[in-house]
Every structure is written in C-alpha cells, then in structure tokens.
C-alpha cells in the first residue's frame, strides 16, 4: 500500500477552476493506476477519473468529461485533477486512491489506498 494526501480543494464559485493534488509514498508510485472519487453531502462515494501508472490511459465519469483532467507526475510521486468549469453539484469531498491492477475499474474495492479526501465547494 501507499500512503496517500490530497491537497488543493477551497471555495470556488461556478465556473471557477481548481486543481487537487495527490502526493504519494514510496518508490514504485508508476506501478500503481491512480484515481480520483467524491463523496457529495448525503450521497455515496462516486467515481471521477482514473489514470494508469504510465499515464498512457486515463478514464473519466460521464460528468466530468469536457471539464476535468486527470495528469500524474511520477517523478513527483503525485497525480493531479485539473476541474474547470465547475458547478454547484460538483461540490464534494474528493478522495485520491491508488489500485495495484493495471487498468482497474471504477469500483471502490478495485482501489486498496486511499487518502483523507479535500473538501471542494462551489458557490452558485
């Protein structure tokens, strides 16, 4: 496993932009496929976007597609989600995980590190 902290959620009003931030432990951060999820008030924990451990491939929810982007830096040890154009319902707790299967899915289980979450609020 890997130790896991975002960083980079706020207040930002609609339309804004912002960029998480996932810095990662370890040596062997390029093995792991790295993703993002949130978690809404009241809501269960969804996913946002995955990218493998090369960053050749990357997925994205159907919500986020045309306005967020999933990068990594493995010299860094951190992957990144670029959200622009952000609207009231994008507001969440957002969770870095990291899965040790190449290209995993988009369930929870399929991620066995996660970090503590950054709260993002977008003010309508």
């Known amino acids: 496993q890997v130790q896991l902290v975002e960083s980079g959620g706020g207040l930002v009003q609609a339309g804004g932009s912002l960029r998480l931030s996932c810095a990662a432990s370890g040596r062997t951060f390029s093995r792991y496929a790295m993703a993002w999820f949130r978690r809404a008030p009241g809501k269960e924990r969804d996913f946002v976007a995955s990218i493998t451990g090369s960053g050749a491939t990357t997925g994205l929810a159907d919500s986020a597609k045309g306005r967020f982007t999933i990068s990594r830096d493995n010299a860094k040890n951190t992957v990144y989600l670029q959200m622009n154009s952000l609207k009231p319902e994008d507001t969440a707790v957002y969770y870095c995980?990291?899965?040790?299967?190449?290209?995993?899915?988009?369930?929870?289980?399929?991620?066995?590190?996660w970090g503590q979450g950054t709260q993002v609020t977008v003010s309508s």
């Open positions: 995980a990291a899965s040790q299967v190449y290209y995993p899915g988009r369930a929870e289980y399929e991620f066995d590190s």
